[in-house]
């Protein structure tokens, strides 16, 4: 075994290839294993480093995402609150136009709050 170069065919499992991997190491020197566990280390923490930015670069898009549905929704919820203020102030203009028009008619002003919905205060502040 000591001078085997390859694993033979017949040997080219994954147990075999760890049993030749120890025995790899067990012939490296004092100094030559420090290296190599140094140089292991260094992969490995290399690879916990990339893996930790992976997840941190995945929780931001995650953010992302959701900050996107939240702002579609605020939108949307925006836009149907301004419809709806939109809709109030354009019925209330025409309570008041239609309440200059009966006031010029002559009718009574308790009529007139009867029939548009606004105030006889309101109604009475008119030219």
């Not at 923490?45 to 953010?63: C, I, P």
């Not at 209330?92 to 239609?98: L, N, P, S, V, W």
């Amino acid at each position: 075994m000591s001078t085997l170069k390859t694993l033979p065919r017949i040997m080219n499992s994954t147990v075999f290839q760890r049993f030749f991997q120890l025995a790899s190491y067990a012939k490296l020197t004092k100094e030559e294993r420090t290296m190599y566990d140094i140089s292991l280390k260094r992969k490995w923490d290399a690879e916990a480093v990339r893996m930790y930015q992976q997840e941190q670069v995945e929780g931001l898009e995650k953010q992302l995402k959701e900050a996107k549905k939240a702002a579609k929704r605020v939108s949307i919820t925006a836009k149907a609150e301004g419809k709806a203020e939109g809709l109030a102030e354009g019925e209330y203009k025409k309570a008041i136009e239609t309440a200059l028009r009966l006031k010029e008619m002559g009718l009574p002003v308790d009529q007139i709050a009867k029939g548009t919905g606004l105030s006889i205060e309101e109604i009475e502040k008119l030219k």
